[in-house]
């Protein structure tokens, strides 16, 4: 049974959902929530134009928490749906469920406490560290320890890996192959390359494997594990050049076995959420598990609070359940009761990015072929309208999906789509997929 509030929301004639954010992860759980009959209206924002073509955007910042509130109001929101990071962080799941005025409002989004494992790799690392749960020997350093992170530097092998504490956009991870350049790569972090989110560097050896995106949805309590997903970060084919924000991902992952998957469940997503339950942090919402399959064996690399970008964009639609029952179950603290059915067709995503990402880039390119590719589904991620015209507004501008049969149709439909669509400088790696897929 749902619990008997929520039972009522779905006699009313429709569910009203806001969701925050204007990224390709939230245009993708607008597409699958407007899939859902019990959908009343949808509300994303700010959103982008691809939101726009299946509710309406509410041009605010996502921090603008008394703004939200309005709206939360005004438009009878049923439903608050957090995507990004840095409203979570900065507490906006705190401020909608505190106040007494939107107590009938439900919201799916860890807390404030909750998403510090995102918030703060230090944080994470203590966490883990907590429980039990298995990751990369670390140290975190201060900027006037400059001197003490590069004894500790010392200590590993190359190559290696620095990471701003704070939130940097999934820019802040640094890979360097000599003890040299990751000296200088941290000077740079503390000399404010990632703003504040630099002021504290963790350093962490090098864990040598393939990696795995797994997501959890829980209430905090019960959760399901939903489809996994192998993202690429790199900017260049053969995975060479800076990290980005994400260049293409696909589901599912060959390695990821159902003896793999137990191992994951027992020893890292059992423990985390009986960690945070254990350290009375309440937590409703997604986890992202970023991890190290290392000869067989799972490690975390880093955690988020949300779904991952571009991973929900193959994630969703792998998904058969009615998304939005399985959020309102979620924020009603009714996890328990829910079933997740898989589909078992394959997803591929390919991001075409503006020429120059993670680096400086142009906005403002005109857009066109969006339409060109019946076979994929085209999330926007950094797009903006201008009359009928669509324009670049984004280092990740738009992610082309394909679903089939098998990983090769998934991926033939992806880059039909990202060659078909052009603008200035368009760029997208050639290879998402191949090292896990590779051609027969």
Request: aromatic letters at 8%; proline letters at 5%; glycine letters at 12%.
């Amino acid at each position: 049974m749902i619990a008997t509030f929520v039972a009522n929301i779905y006699k009313m004639s429709g569910v009203n959902v806001l969701i925050i954010g204007s990224g390709g992860r939230e245009h993708a759980l607008a597409w699958k929530l407007s899939q859902s009959p019990k959908l009343g209206k949808l509300f994303a924002l700010p959103g982008n134009p691809g939101t726009a073509r299946l509710g309406e955007n509410i041009p605010l910042s996502v921090l603008d928490f008394e703004g939200i509130r309005t709206v939360v109001l005004e438009k009878n929101i049923n439903l608050v749906v957090i995507g990004p990071e840095e409203p979570l962080v900065k507490g906006l799941y705190n401020f909608l469920t505190g106040d007494l005025g939107l107590r009938n409002v439900l919201v799916v989004g860890p807390g404030r406490e909750g998403a510090m494992l995102e918030g703060s790799k230090n944080f994470a690392k203590a966490f883990m560290q907590r429980h039990g749960i298995p990751t990369a020997r670390y140290r975190a350093f201060t900027r006037d320890e400059y001197s003490e992170a590069k004894k500790f530097l010392g200590t590993l092998s190359s190559p290696y890996v620095l990471k701003a504490d704070g939130l940097a956009a999934g820019k802040g991870v640094v890979i360097q192959a000599s003890y040299e350049d990751a000296c200088a790569s941290l000077g740079e972090f503390f000399s404010g390359k990632f703003g504040d989110a630099g002021n504290v560097v963790v350093i962490e050896e090098y864990l040598r494997g393939v990696e795995l995106s797994v997501f959890v949805l829980t209430d905090g309590k019960s959760y399901v594990i939903l489809p996994e997903a192998k993202d690429y970060k790199r900017v260049g084919a053969g995975d060479t050049g800076p990290n980005t924000g994400g260049m293409g991902a696909v589901s599912p992952v060959p390695f990821a076995t159902p003896e793999f998957m137990k191992k994951v469940e027992e020893t890292i997503v059992k423990p985390t959420i009986s960690g945070l339950a254990s350290e009375g942090i309440p937590y409703c919402g997604f986890i992202f598990f970023g991890l190290m399959n290392v000869v067989g064996n799972p490690f975390v690399v880093e955690y988020n609070a949300r779904l991952g970008d571009p991973e929900t964009q193959v994630v969703l639609p792998r998904i058969k359940n009615d998304m939005l029952e399985l959020l309102m179950l979620c924020a009603a603290g009714k996890m328990n009761e829910a079933e997740l059915v898989v589909a078992p067709q394959f997803a591929a995503t390919v991001i075409l990015a503006s020429g120059g990402y993670p680096g400086s880039y142009e906005k403002g390119k005109a857009i066109s072929g969006l339409e060109a590719s019946a076979n994929a589904i085209i999330f926007h991620a950094g797009t903006t309208s201008s009359g009928s015209m669509t324009l670049t507004a984004g280092g990740r501008v738009l992610a082309c999906t394909g679903t089939g049969e098998s990983m090769e149709d998934a991926l033939a439909s992806s880059y039909c789509a990202a060659n078909a669509i052009t603008f200035e400088s368009k760029y997208f790696r050639s290879d998402i997929g191949m090292d896990v897929y590779p051609k027969s």
